[in-house]
């Protein structure tokens, strides 16, 4: 089994198997850790009433645990609610201890009992056992944490390396403001898959891919284009790929309308969008989304773009974000000092803010 993939994918076959490697070594450990303290009898005698101890509270782990790595730590911790999330760990602590020390007076003693042991009680301190309790299960949760904040850690920084990478791969295109319409491939892969499952759809796509195909061809060498040509061309482009009935992504789309006058330089939405295809096409997620939200205001044309992605997983796969340094070199050479782009990676999307003042283009 590749290590890589069982540490990180979020395929449902490793992420089980990763998650029960956890917690059988988890109570393979407290179990040992419980033996050894029956010093009175022997290993063998005390291991299995002891494993049943620990595999009948597992639950009460599980749910503190999880608790914390998947609803904490996303929801407060990665939004810098501190102490919001210092808070909730407390009153999460403390209902733990609350149901174990229920479940180790009423189900513990019928335990041990049926393999002939003596049900040790708790300690005459209620404060003693208080704290012992604490420490125990925010170990067993801070260890919890500690493996998903690790993973988050190693991921960006792998990212960081990949962006560095694909940045000094693509400056030789971009230094001649060169970029790739490989969404036209893919979009002729896709219509090979699709002359076989769906013809009835065919002659609608063969139309959106002559025109995408003649505008990479003849208008990707103007100057300008009318910004209206290219959210025409943009539509067509999300219907090609709304069309692959094997993606379920949800498309939002606000775009301006009177444009008609205004030109922009050909290729610089376009690409921008398909990159966000691209990357959800590579993301393992039972619900996708893209949102496009685009303005024009005093020869200004700003666009929001943005997508889903899971939370513990890096949102630049394979170099597929090398588009994103190409197109900020092109914005370089055709708006220089009249574009604004910015990048943002949040815990459960990725986003994109571009801005043009479509006036100040190098002609």
């Known amino acids: 089994m590749n290590i890589s993939a069982l540490v990180f994918s979020n395929n449902p076959r490793f992420r089980i198997t ?7 070594s988890w109570i393979l450990y407290d179990t040992i850790f419980v033996t050894i303290s029956w010093s009175k009898y022997s290993f063998a005698k005390a291991f299995i ?3 049943f101890v620990e595999i009948f509270s597992f639950p009460l782990d599980i749910i503190f645990c999880y608790t914390i790595i998947y609803f904490l730590i996303p929801r407060f911790l990665y939004k810098g609610r501190y102490i919001n999330m210092i808070l909730l760990w407390l009153l999460l602590s403390f209902c733990y201890i609350i149901c174990f020390r229920l479940y180790t007076t009423h189900i513990n003693p019928l335990i041990y009992s049926a393999y002939g042991m ?8 209620f404060i003693w056992d208080f704290f012992d309790l604490f420490s125990q299960i925010n170990m067993e949760g801070a260890l919890a944490a500690s493996i998903k904040l690790g ?10 390396d990949l962006m560095k990478k694909e940045k000094l791969k693509s400056e030789s295109d971009a230094e001649d403001g060169k970029i790739q319409p490989v969404f036209l491939v893919s979009a002729l892969d896709r219509f090979e898959i699709l002359a076989n499952n769906r013809p009835d759809i065919i002659p609608g796509m063969i139309r959106k891919i002559k025109n995408l195909m003649m505008y990479a061809i003849y208008d990707y060498n103007q100057p300008k284009v009318t910004l209206q040509r290219e959210i025409e061309l943009l539509k067509e482009y999300i219907e090609l790929e709304k069309a692959d009935s094997g993606k379920c992504i949800n498309v939002s789309m ?9 030109q922009i330089s050909p290729f610089i939405i376009l690409p921008l969008v398909e990159n966000s295809f691209r990357q959800l096409a590579l993301i393992d997620m039972p ?17 929001t773009i943005s997508w889903s992605k899971p939370v513990d997983t890096s949102t630049l796969y394979n170099g597929s974000n090398s588009s994103l340094h190409t197109i900020s070199k092109r914005l370089n050479l055709l708006y220089p000092q009249s574009h604004k782009i910015k990048i943002v990676i949040k815990p459960e999307e990725f986003v994109i803010h571009l801005k043009i003042d479509l006036d100040k283009a190098v002609n």
């Open 287 to 303: 619900e996708k989304y893209i949102n496009l939200d685009s303005k024009l205001y005093a020869g200004n044309f700003a666009m």
């Open 118 to 125: 003596p049900f040790r009680m708790h300690s005459a301190s």
């Open 49 to 51: 009433p002891s494993l």
């Open 18 to 24: 990763r998650h029960l490697l956890f917690w059988s």
């Open 151 to 160: 993973k988050m850690w190693y991921i960006k920084h792998q990212e960081l």
């Open 254 to 262: 606000k775009l301006p309308e009177n444009i008609s006058t205004e």
